[in-house]
Nanobody, 130 residues
Framework: QLQLVESGGGLVQPGGSLRLACTAS????????VGWFRQAPGKEREAVSC????????YYEDPVQGRFTISRDKAKKTVYLQMDNLKPEDTGVYYC???????????????????????WGQGTQVTVSS
């Protein structure tokens, strides 16, 4: 089974940057989509950005469009989330997930499917505060 491990979280001031990494083990990522999701205290989980590993198709939710960039390194089996111009409302636990049956857009948008995805990581904390 594909296993995912997130890293790169931390404490940053508003306007700062962080780069998260989601590294896979167990199987190649070539046939999978990978998505980043986040959950703030007291709030529901929300999608952030998703990517098709094969063709690099990307999807971004409106709150992060233009500030976050998702990318993948197939050789390293890693998907990155570059987060720039961070805001306090970006604070939360960030999770990555993999899925082989839907496109990047559907992977992020179809929240009713999230719990069925093939694999989820354990999460990494991102705190944006002055």
């Amino acid at each position: 089974q594909l296993q995912l491990v997130e890293s790169g979280g931390g404490l940053v001031q508003p306007g700062g940057s962080l780069r998260l990494a989601c590294t896979a083990s167990g199987f190649t990522l070539d046939l999978y989509g990978v998505g980043w999701f986040r959950q703030a205290p007291g709030k529901e989980r929300e999608a952030v950005s998703c990517i098709n590993i094969v063709d690099d198709t990307q999807y971004y939710e409106d709150p992060v469009q233009g500030r976050f960039t998702i990318s993948r390194d197939k050789a390293k089996k890693t998907v990155y989330l570059q987060m720039d111009n961070l805001k306090p409302e970006d604070t939360g636990v960030y999770y990555c997930a993999s899925e082989s049956t839907v496109t990047a857009t559907a992977m992020c948008v179809m929240s009713s499917l999230w719990d069925r995805y093939d694999s989820w990581g354990q999460g990494t904390q991102v705190t944006v505060s002055s």
